[in-house]
């Protein structure tokens, strides 16, 4: 069930807040472990609580938007929809295939593709109703799309929590005869889906939503593992090309949360 922190405050504008979804806690951070299943389940937690501060910055922003707003923050809502939704297709058409081939255990992630299922028809509503909002922003309601969201938003949170348990409890297929190197699939399978289209309207979402200086006392701050120019042009250079819609985030360049757009 989707958990709750404290409504943000009336500051102008507000500073970002994990609300109404909060944030997961990485099971590494949980346990103290540093098992290659533990590891993974930690970095795709990572991922989860970017989904969740882009869905907390829609929700927490909807209300306050002006008509000058509206565009690009359905533009922005939109390249979150298409994060959430590319990140399940590459897990039910490339991680878990990988994983059940690893594992020699056929559907062993049958589970989470209907946890995918659960939420899907909501998440459709959601891009069919601001995708019909084209060329006519000023009909933009957000009592209608916060509607939307709270439709789906418990089987989103319990997908996002459930999934991490189940990265862990692969570990009882991995033998001395049988390795599983799951960090290592998951990078090879990950690399796989980035495309240049990806990358400019769409990666934006998932970086300034990354908060990694608070988070679980900063230990996240060097993912995900990459070198420092190309986490620089990621953070600050990337995110110029549409400047517009980034600034929604939850984060800046920092990898700090910030003040909303609105």
């Known amino acids: 069930m ?58 927490q922003q909807a209300p306050r938007l002006s008509q000058s707003d509206t565009s690009d923050f359905i533009t922005y809502a939109l390249a979150w929809h298409r994060l959430v939704e590319e990140h399940h297709h590459y897990e039910e058409t490339g991680l878990f295939l990988e994983i059940e081939k690893a594992t020699g255990q056929k559907g062993v992630m049958s589970h989470e593709v209907e946890q995918h299922a659960a939420f899907h028809g909501g998440m459709d509503a959601f891009k069919s109703y601001l995708v019909g909002l084209n060329g006519k922003p000023q009909s933009f309601s957000s009592t209608r799309l916060i509607e939307i969201m709270d439709s789906f938003s418990e089987p989103l949170y319990t997908h996002l929590a459930e999934e991490l348990d189940a990265i862990v409890n692969l570990s ?85 949360r910030k003040q909303l757009a609105v």
């Open 2 to 59: 989707a958990a709750e922190e404290s409504k943000p405050t009336t500051l102008s504008p507000p500073m970002y807040t994990d609300y109404p979804l909060a944030l997961l806690e990485t099971p590494k951070h949980k346990t103290g472990k540093t098992d290659g299943f533990t590891i993974e389940a930690s970095h795709m937690c990572i991922s989860h609580n970017s989904f969740i501060r882009g869905f907390n910055s829609i929700y």
């Open 172 to 256: 009882r297929f991995s033998t001395p005869e049988n390795p599983i190197d799951i960090v290592a699939i998951a990078l090879r399978v990950g690399k796989q889906t980035v495309t240049l289209d990806f990358a400019l309207n769409c990666l934006p979402c998932f970086m300034l939503n990354m908060e990694t200086v608070e988070f679980e006392d900063g230990r996240w701050h060097t993912f995900p593992p990459i070198n420092a120019p190309v986490r620089f042009i990621l953070m600050r250079i990337l995110p110029l090309w549409r400047k517009s819609v980034w600034r929604f985030a939850s984060c800046g360049g920092s990898r700090a």
